[in-house]
């Protein structure tokens, strides 16, 4: 069966440090990844997506980056956080044509 | 990009009721999803129904779709306090790999 999983679970960290949160994906090949944030008590917003190793779309520009190294591991990155950063963090992946997304367990990041 | 909205905000009912929870979008959808998302945790997917079918069944959930309307409805039957959460709307709009559009959710509070 497939696992998605995410770290850090939490992360307080400094205005202006850098960011590196990690997603990876076990027991399926080339799935769509998508990285996705969540202010509180909103839905959800599209921020990037990668249909291949090293292949990334960014659906909002901002503050963040992200990168792709192997199949099944998507990385949110960011040079320099900014306070608007915080928020809920979720990584998905999905294989089929109809995009049902399955969730990783998110990273809260507080930005301070 | 379009969002979807869902309807009512929040909502409070005995345990042993109903819950119904609507959802309107603005633009022509390949399906229609919903998934719930416990306090803090990541999304989890409950069904997805098609452009073509107008309504669907899974366990106690019923989930109906109008187009014509460009609206849904999710129908929780005999509520549990387990099934306190947030619900969310989301829908594919795109042939491609973009990820879905979500509402800004409904928060469900089942009182025992």
């Known amino acids: 069966s497939q696992t998605i999983h995410q770290w850090p679970a939490t992360l307080v960290q400094p205005v202006g440090s850098p960011l590196s949160l990690e997603c990876t994906v076990e027991?399926?090949?080339?799935?769509?990844l998508y990285w996705y944030r969540q202010a509180a008590g909103r839905g959800l917003q599209l921020l990037f997506y990668?249909?291949?190793?090293?292949?990334i779309s960014s659906e909002v520009p901002q503050n963040l980056s992200a990168s792709r190294p192997q199949d099944r591991q998507f990385i949110l990155s960011s040079k320099k956080l900014l306070l608007s950063d915080s928020g809920f963090y979720l990584c998905?992946?999905?294989?089929?044509?109809?995009?049902?997304?399955?969730f990783g367990p998110g990273t809260r990041l507080t930005v301070l | 990009s379009q969002q979807g909205e869902e309807d009512p905000q929040a909502l409070s009912i005995q345990e042993g009721e109903n819950a119904t929870m609507n959802c309107s979008y603005k633009?022509?959808?390949?399906?229609l999803q919903w998934y719930r998302q416990n306090s803090g945790r990541g999304l989890v997917h409950l069904i997805l129904?098609?452009?073509?079918?107008r309504e669907k069944h899974s366990g106690r959930l019923r989930v109906t779709l109008d187009t014509s309307k460009k609206s849904s409805s999710l129908l929780i039957t005999a509520s549990r306090a387990a099934d306190t959460a947030s619900y969310f709307c989301?829908?594919?709009?795109?042939?491609?790999?973009?990820?879905?559009?979500f509402g800004k959710g409904t928060h469900l509070i089942i009182q025992p």
């Open positions: 633009t022509s959808i390949n399906n």
């Open positions: 989301a829908f594919l709009s795109g042939g491609g790999a973009d990820g879905l559009t």
């Open positions: 027991g399926t090949s080339n799935p769509n």
């Open positions: 129904i098609r452009s073509n079918e």
């Open positions: 998905a992946w999905t294989r089929g044509r109809e995009n049902e997304q399955f």
């Open positions: 990668s249909v291949g190793i090293g292949q």
